[in-house]
C-alpha cells in the first residue's frame, strides 16, 4: 500500500530527501573506508607463505 504524496510529506517520521541523502553518503564513505583493499605484501614474504603452504600441502 502506497501513501499519497501528502501524507508522506505531513509524516513527521519521515525524512526529508536532502537529511536521507547526506547520511546516505556518510554511511557509504564510512563502508569505503573500512573495506579498503590490504596493501600487497613484499614479494620476499608473499615466497614464504607460498612456501609454507606448499610444506603444509606435502604433509597432508
Do not use: F, W
Request: glycine residues 2%; charged residues 30%; hydrophobic residues 30%.
Amino acid at each position: 500500500m502506497t501513501m499519497p504524496m501528502t501524507q508522506i510529506e505531513n509524516d513527521p517520521d519521515q525524512m526529508d530527501h536532502k537529511t536521507c541523502r547526506y547520511i546516505c553518503d556518510a554511511v557509504g564513505e564510512r563502508l569505503q573506508q573500512s573495506m579498503r583493499p590490504e596493501p600487497a605484501l613484499s614479494s620476499r614474504l608473499q615466497q614464504l607463505l607460498d612456501e609454507m603452504q606448499r610444506r603444509e600441502a606435502d604433509r597432508h
